[in-house]
């Protein structure tokens, strides 16, 4: 078989295991947003026998062959199909490396991990939980092996998320970044103190909130012919194919808030998800790279530009024509001080700019040391406790509110973390690279027109697909690999600023 023929049918392959996937992410969209409760088991055997079917297609032995035939003769330098081949030989020995009781054992115990731990977490009961975690650990140390690593078995785990990266690596930036974050804190606290975020509290009705939104997602230049908002409890962007994006949210009346900025978060990634190439849909280089650049797009839109003052000077008008009274309740600059509150608070994902990140790093730490057997399951609780004051300079007042309030342990997400701090720090060298690289810029975000932004991010970012691994990826766009600085410099300059 010639090179030819053994890429056309990994190609085909590669797009009938991308249908499968995205009938499932149509499914499972559905389960989080529509679905009847009553209709869960049976959802559940339909997404269970897709994922299988999906798998048996990836990690068939014929294709490994057709890569084999691809690498045995590739095509010239410069011909993209070795990006795809590349890429088809990473998932297929990822996937073929773990043995199918491995596969088996992992889906049955974080399936019933999450139970334990929404019990443990309910009573705020950590005995509940540790034996769970403890099988958890055991499988996932087991996992890292089958996958191979070097340097340090947690680097293995890591891998599935943020290919290519290394825990010394993250461990000397993340050191970087918390020394600046921990010498920032008091003043960026002191900054942001001085108005009751209270005053903010009213009534602001779900139609309007939708209205509102809908206006900004559609001005960052998301296209509502190819994607849609629609309710949830946990909110997440899910593409379901090349024209069908699909952002959910959920509500509060009393502050409209919380959903604008999940909304601009979701939108992020659903700009991503809408600047892959369509002519390579269902390959890896129609594919996003990882969740450090995914999440580096979603941080950009909600933070670097929703958490600024340029953009509520244009806004902020326009937020006071929706909801009549809000000028009434805060001036522009009250309303900017409160959407930036920084205050040490115990959980992660209601955390500010600053301490957000602290909270990632004594994740990091923790998980590492688990992996590496340093720190045993049964300790978890305590060094947890006495970390977090150290970083935070606040007592953990019980488990629910210190080391059971996130589900990725339980669901064998050891190095997912990370992530989210890598995606803070691309998005603040991404944003700064596309301020030097167009000028005038920061004058048309000012006028709400983010065009250029767009273009610029889909050209150096999102049409890219799998082509790098993350940290090419960013020295191509910003001249240089993820580093500490220049989300130190952002937030250093936003929370010391003169008045
Ligand atoms: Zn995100």
Redesign the pocket.
């Known amino acids: 078989m010639t090179s030819e023929t053994a890429y056309e049918k990994l190609l085909a392959r590669s797009r009938e295991v991308s249908l499968i996937g995205t009938t499932s992410g149509v499914l499972g969209w559905d389960q989080e947003t529509y679905m009847p409760p009553k209709g869960v088991a049976f959802r559940a055997e339909q997404l269970s026998y897709l994922a299988g079917l999906a798998h048996q297609l990836g990690t068939a032995p014929e294709v490994g062959e057709w890569i084999a035939t691809c690498e045995g003769a590739p095509f010239a330098a410069d011909d993209e199909r070795n990006v795809n081949v590349r890429e088809w030989r990473r998932d297929y020995d990822r996937a073929t490396k773990i043995p199918a009781d491995l596969v088996t054992e992992l889906a049955r115990v974080s399936s019933l991990a999450r139970e334990a731990w929404i019990e443990a977490r309910k009573k705020s009961d950590f005995a509940v939980f540790q034996p769970w975690l403890e099988k958890i650990i055991e499988l996932s140390r087991r996992q890292a092996d089958c996958w191979g690593w070097t340097g340090t078995r947690y680097n293995g785990l890591l891998e599935a998320y943020e290919p290519g990266a290394r825990a010394d690596q993250l461990t000397a930036v993340f050191a970087d970044l918390r020394k600046t974050l921990v010498e920032l804190l008091p003043a960026a606290k002191a900054r942001t103190a001085s108005v009751d975020p209270r005053k903010l509290l009213g009534h602001y009705p779900v139609e309007k909130q939708k209205q509102f939104e809908q206006q900004v997602a559609e001005t960052m230049g998301f296209d509502f012919e190819a994607g849609r908002i629609d309710p949830t409890t946990h909110p997440f962007?899910t593409g379901l194919g090349p024209q069908d994006c699909r952002l959910t949210t959920r509500y509060d009346e009393t502050n409209f808030t919380f959903s604008l900025f999940s909304i601009m978060?979701?939108t992020g990634?659903g700009l991503y998800d809408q600047g892959l190439r369509r002519d390579v849909q269902g390959t890896p280089l129609g594919d996003a790279v990882s969740l450090g650049i995914?999440?580096s797009q979603?941080r950009l839109w909600e933070n670097q530009i929703g958490r600024s003052r340029i953009f509520w000077e244009y806004w902020f008008p326009r937020a006071c024509d929706i909801f009549p009274g809000l000028k009434e309740k805060v001036s522009l600059e009250e309303f900017w001080t409160i959407i930036n509150r920084v205050e040490p608070s115990y959980i992660r994902t209601e955390s500010d700019e600053v301490t957000y990140n602290l909270h990632i790093i004594l994740r990091f730490e923790l998980e590492q040391a688990l992996i590496e057997g340093t720190l045993k399951a049964a300790d978890v609780p305590g060094v947890w406790n006495s970390r977090f004051k150290e970083l935070f300079g606040i007592e953990v007042p019980d488990a629910a509110r210190g080391c059971l309030q996130d589900v990725h342990w339980a669901m064998g997400g050891f190095g997912y973390f990370p992530t989210y701090t890598l995606?803070n720090l691309n998005a603040a060298q991404i944003f700064r690279a596309a301020l030097a690289q167009n000028a005038g810029l920061e004058n048309e975000i000012a006028g709400g027109n983010y065009g250029r932004l767009l273009s610029w991010l889909h050209k150096n970012i999102h049409e890219h697909g799998r082509r790098y691994t993350p940290n090419d990826l960013m020295r191509h766009a910003t001249g240089e690999p993820t580093n500490a600085s220049y989300l130190g410099q952002y937030l250093k300059a936003k929370f010391t600023a003169a008045e």
């Open positions: 962007c978060h979701e990634h995914h999440e979603s995606g």
